[in-house]
């Protein structure tokens, strides 16, 4: 009798098949501290790294499907740049079919990267993972 207690204490113990997984989002702030642990800086940007990023999101746009198919980056980013000329600091806008130019990304010159601000946790995720994989993409 006390070997079946135990070997019952032990299957309670074993977590079900049936019980759901969580798997926690990326977020803002995770890109964020991407850009942060991986040694890039404001230097590293550049008129082509930019559009690298805009490329990456844009796929990511087309891909997700969200806002009926229409959401897509706008195809120039915005620069300002420093008399050295390096970037102070650079955005680039979207557009879908019920808008036409919101915050995508944005390198503010106090060196906050904004992202889509405006959008819930559905609109943000082609935004975060094409952000993730600019990153990764242009690590040495």
Known sequence: MQNETNENDLNDAVASPFEPIVIRQFTRDDAR???????LTYADLTKSNIQKLRNLINLRMKESGVMDGTFRCKQRAKFCYLENGSIRHAGLRCKSHYFDDRETVSFNPDGFIGFAGWSDDTNIKPILNGFKDWVESILP
């Not at 501290?33 to 040694?39: A, D, H, I, R, V």
């Open 33 to 39: 501290e991407l850009f942060e642990k991986s040694g």
